[in-house]
């Protein structure tokens, strides 16, 4: 039986002891990412082989539209968006869901440790994924000879809200999906869709039609933050405020549906 | 104090009602035993006494305090362990590694080596949960249960799953948690597990308690009707048995009564006079689960 004291405490915070807590949940997420080595490998090696695929294929072709940049440089901070958007959205919100169905959430909350600490471990895990996933996506950039970001703090800035953004967005899309069966495909297919249409495959011309519907989207701007403070682009400011303004509206929408909807327990029954 | 008081507890999903008018006390070191079909309420009534729910109206303490008091949850939840009914145990960690991990979690958590040993899986310490059986992931999830070294330990169905050496294995364990203070809150299907663990039960059927009190005297266990059984005896006919209304069927004679000490007095003294042997002699009193059965039926 517990010895500690026996008069009740209040309040959820106890100071160090409490970021002790988060640097130790934060190795234990990381060890359980890594202790599934085929989900981490794809997870972290999709996005640059994918920047791979698509650098070995773009030769040396221009995109006249953003200022005649080489296609390779164009794709660099485009997958970058793409890893951020992978690990913080399509990824979190189904390992969200699963983790949600098999109760693990459920334990997780009956234990003294507090909401705060449990997300805080979860949103760093997936920094530290995104990070890796970076400095990859940049190695790759620099073996075909593309050498960015061009203006380090307005990128780093971009990073930083996508991650914030689209993490609050994948919490909230996890509790729209009802059950783990559905989280992979729906989730998916949804993502790669909007992905497709939001210029990281091919440039969209800005002011087209189909940008200027995908204009409301966060991918697409994440996208065109990344692109502007990686690449010089005559005519656009390295500091793309109206960009990640948006991406962070999308955020609070994540957050608005987390706080009204997050379920700790299986839908399941 | 109790270590668990609840009076008068309601809780509704909507126009479902899940539980209403629920009272019982749990005492310090008692084990308390929630019986019930599924869907009668269970598993809510933990879940607010947890703190994981909250209830719609009626007054709860659990160890002093009002689980849903956002303020001392953290506090209650540092002194309570749970068993959840389904396994929840990220699969590719080791059995060492989730206890360790949420052993962090408390202020005083039991030995890491400790808890391996009491739930029986020293030889699978350093095997991955998934590479477990369904029996031992059940295990480790008992000691998930009780790696913070609770106060007040809620079990819900922890048996379900087990095999029959398996449940007696955590029969022991929880008997040792009891002998040692810890209050325990349990539910369960299983008869025997209540007659073996339980000093208090409450029945649960549809939402309400329909009786309470210990294994033995549930339901007017105690004083109800008994049956008195024995083989008839050769040459015997069923006119010559004294008691009320014997009935043989296969050749074996039953009375019921609930006056068993004359019958018995005067079925003996006949056998005795006539020299019958009276093999088989048993009386056996209606099982908790005829009484289980009874209250959950005449409450349908």
Known sequence: MSTTATSPTSGSFQGVGDLKLIVRQVRYEQLSFWLNPIGAIFTIGFSTVFLLIFESTAGKSTVASLGGIRLIQYYVPGFIAYGIMASCFSILSITIVNRREMGLLKRLRLSPAPTWILMSAIFLNTAIVCVIQIVLMLGVGRAYGVHGPADWIPFLLAVVVGMFGFTALGMGVSTLVPNADAAGPVINIVFFVVLAFSGLYYPIPPGSTLANITDYLPVRRLIVSLQDSFNHIPGTSPWAWHDLGVVAIWGVVGVVLTLRRWQWAPRRG | ?300
């Open chain 2, 1 to 300: 104090m109790p270590a668990v008081s609840v009076s008068h507890l309601a809780k509704a999903y909507g126009d479902v009602v899940a539980v209403k008018d629920v009272t019982f006390d749990v005492e310090k070191g008692e084990v308390f035993a929630l019986l019930g079909p599924n869907g009668a309420g269970k598993t809510t009534t933990i879940e607010i006494l947890e703190g994981f729910r909250d209830r719609t109206s009626g007054a709860v303490q659990t160890l002093g305090v009002d689980p849903s008091d956002r303020a001392t949850q953290r506090w209650l939840r540092s002194r309570i362990g749970v068993v959840l009914q389904e396994l929840a145990v990220e699969p590719f960690y080791s059995v060492r590694q989730v206890l360790t991990r949420n052993a962090g979690y408390y202020p005083s958590p039991r030995p890491v080596d400790e808890v391996i040993e009491l739930i029986g899986l020293r030889d699978k310490a350093d095997d991955r949960v998934k590479m477990l059986s369904g029996g031992q992931q059940r295990r480790l999830d008992v000691g998930l249960g009780i790696i913070g070294n609770p106060e007040l330990l809620f079990l819900d169905e922890p048996t379900t799953g087990l095999d029959p050496s398996g449940r007696r294995a955590s029969w022991d364990l929880i008997r040792e948690l009891a002998a040692s203070g810890t209050t325990v809150l349990l539910t369960t299907h299983y008869m025997d597990e209540v007659e073996a663990l339980a000093d208090k039960v409450a029945v649960l059927s549809k939402a309400e308690i329909v009786a309470s009190g210990t294994p033995t005297s549930i339901g007017g266990r105690d004083t109800g009707t008994v049956t008195i059984r024995f083989n008839l005896p050769e040459g015997v006919s069923v006119s010559d048995i004294p008691g009320p209304d014997p009935i043989v069927e296969d050749g074996i004679v039953r009375i019921s009564t609930d006056q068993e000490l004359h019958v018995l007095h005067e079925l003996t003294g006949w056998a005795i006079e006539h020299g019958y042997a009276l093999p088989g002699l048993a009386v056996t009193r209606v099982s908790l689960e005829d009484i289980y059965l009874h209250l959950t039926r005449t409450d349908a």
